[in-house]
């Protein structure tokens, strides 16, 4: 099992930025990618971004240019960091883990934080 912790959520204005964390904890290995994903009420959940452990990252087209994922391996932690926010980015961002058992893919995800972008 893998547990995740987020932080960083929180209430900014249009314009603004945030940053969010994600600790992962647990049976930490064979870590294919990390992302973030969110929801907003009414929708479905969508992805933001993804960072594979290699380092290649995927964007959401809604959030290039604005949002950087990242991760540090040795502190098992992924980064999101969010430019110049927009009303629209207002949802509850998850983290998410792709880990690689035996070929297959099990995901976990952390209890979400809210983001709140206020116009």
């Known amino acids: 099992q893998v547990q995740l912790v987020e932080s960083g959520g929180g209430l900014v204005q249009a314009g603004g930025s945030l940053k969010l964390s994600c600790a992962a904890s647990?049976?930490?290995?064979?870590?294919?990618?990390m992302g973030w994903y969110r929801q907003a009420p009414g929708k479905q959940r969508e992805l933001v971004a993804s960072?594979?452990?290699?380092?290649?990252?995927n964007y959401a087209d809604s959030v290039k240019g604005r949002f950087t994922i990242s991760g540090d391996n040795a502190k098992n932690t992924v980064y999101l960091q969010m430019n110049s926010l927009k009303p629209e980015d207002t949802a509850v961002y998850f983290c998410?883990?792709?880990?690689?058992?035996?070929?297959?893919?099990?995901?976990?995800w952390g209890q979400g934080t809210q983001v709140t972008v206020s116009s």
């Open positions: 647990g049976s930490i290995f064979s870590i294919f990618a």
């Open positions: 960072i594979t452990s290699g380092g290649r990252s």
């Open positions: 998410n883990v792709d880990q690689i058992v035996l070929s297959r893919h099990y995901n976990y």
